[in-house]
Every structure is written in structure tokens, then in C-alpha cells.
């Protein structure tokens, strides 16, 4: 019983585990939509489609701050549901 | 409009010994800028003289690493008042650009900053590594 107990958890674990990276939107893939969907408001999520057509693919999180109307406010909203990496 | 904020920074200090014991790097900070339409990734320290004697210029290195720890990109730069230090075409020889430069005084600071064209740096990077490299 224990043992089963402790299979089952350690498989929560790894499906927990597996889940992370890959659930998050990419900034540079995201439509407006999906943005919209993480809690930015439609402009922002223009916004941020606009700033990579103009200067290319994000190359860290961080650089949202740079794009025009995110604040700081959003940004923290955001940042731990988006990534860069393909 | 410009949009700017204080990101997280891996900072190693592994400068020279006896650099470390002259200057101190202080509140190094990382940040995007879009400066009239250009992106650029801003690092912005204050360069301390903990020495006891005035020090000329201070040159600093920043890396840039991916998720794999590999090299992305990398810049010199001088602090604020030896920034002549990189102009060419201007001041004459290094040495004589060095005598036009304003030393930092003993326990004075001085600002560094450095900014990377996002279009120079090219690729995703997860790590800013900041470095003395020279201090005269």
C-alpha cells in the first residue's frame, strides 16, 4: 500500500515537473489572443505583436519591459507564464 | 515612450585580485530600453575606488550566456568619465585620452554603463555577466 502510495506521487511529481516549460505561451509565437488570455489587455498584446515585427524575436523575458504600454504592473502578471525558448 | 526596470542579474565579480582590492562594482542593474526606436539591453553599475589613491579608468567586461551557459555576446566598456577611452579618431593616442580623463578620487564612485543593440546581440540569452577587467 505505501509503495503504491509512493509510485503514485512520484509520478504526480514528474507530470507536474513535465507540465512547467512546456505550458508556457511563447513571446515570440503568441497571437493576441493567447496574450490576452495571460491577463494583458488587448493593446498590450498589440503591443508586444508589434515590438517583435519591428526589432525580431524577444530575446529574454525581460525585454517586455521595453515594449510600449507594459507596465511593471503586467509585466510581473505575465512573466512566469511566458518564455523565449523554442 | 521609454519603459525601464531593474532585472534580475547574474553578476560574477572575478576581476583581478588586485583589481577587486582597488574598485568595487555597486547596484549593478540590467534593463531594456527602446531608445527612440532602437532596443537595446542596458547594464548600469556605480564603480567605487575603495583604494586609498585616485584611479585613472576602470574597463569592464559583459557576457552574455544562453540557457546552455554558452557565450552570446560580449562588450567592453569604461566607466562614465573614461568613456573617451573608447572613442577613436578623437583625443590622439590612448595615452594621451587617458591624461583628458577625470580620475575617480579615493573612496569616489563613478557610473558605468553600457548598452548592447538588441540587433548585435542576436540570439535568447538567461545570464548577464559583469567583470572588472582592468583598472589603472
Redesign the interface.
Known sequence: MNRTRVLVAALLAVLAGAGGAADKVNLNTATKEQLVALGLTESQALQVIA?REK??????V???????Q???AA?EKVRDQVT??E | MKRAAVLAVLLFLTGTTLAQERVRLENIKTEWQDAYGAIVYTVLANVKNVSDAPVAYVKVKVQLFDKDGKLVAERAGYNAEAEILDTEGFGGSFEDKVKLVKPIVAGGTDLFRLSLDKADIGKPFRTTKVELVAVR
Open positions: 515590438h526589432s525580431g524575436p524577444f530575446l529574454q525581460e525585454e517586455l519591459l521595453a515594449v510600449q507594459m507596465s511593471k509585466f523565449v525558448d
